[in-house]
């Protein structure tokens, strides 16, 4: 099975950056693509990026676009989310996921890392 560990959430300000890694490992058959996810606390889990496996075609939601950028490392099985211009609403856990489709047909989480945006 796939196993998913996110890295690199913390707390930052307002107008910050901050770069997550998800470093994957198992089994990755039927993975066309990878994905990133977040939760507010009272909210539903929102897509955030994806991108695929094969040819490095990246999805955003609108709330991101031209923010954040997805990218993979597929020799590393590593793939990232940079995160610029951050603001107060993008706080929340940041999931890693292993899609089967996109953007929701999630195959496996990763265990989610806080991110904190602080004015």
């Known amino acids: 099975q796939v196993q998913l560990v996110e890295s690199g959430g913390g707390l930052v300000q307002a107008g910050g950056s901050l770069r997550l890694s998800c470093a994957v490992s198992?089994?990755?058959?039927?993975?066309?693509?990878m994905g990133w996810f977040r939760q507010a606390p009272g909210k539903e889990r929102e897509f955030v990026a994806a991108?695929?496996?094969?040819?490095?075609?990246?999805y955003y939601a609108d709330s991101v676009k031209g923010r954040f950028t997805i990218s993979r490392d597929n020799a590393k099985n590593t793939v990232f989310l940079q995160m610029n211009n951050l603001k107060l609403e993008d706080t929340a856990v940041y999931y890693c996921?292993?899609?089967?489709?996109?953007?929701?047909?999630?195959?496996?989480w990763g265990q989610g890392t806080q991110v904190t945006v602080s004015s």
């Open positions: 996921a292993a899609l089967n489709e996109i953007p929701n047909s999630v195959k496996t």
């Open positions: 198992g089994q990755t058959f039927g993975v066309i693509a």
């Open positions: 991108i695929r496996r094969s040819v490095g075609i990246t």
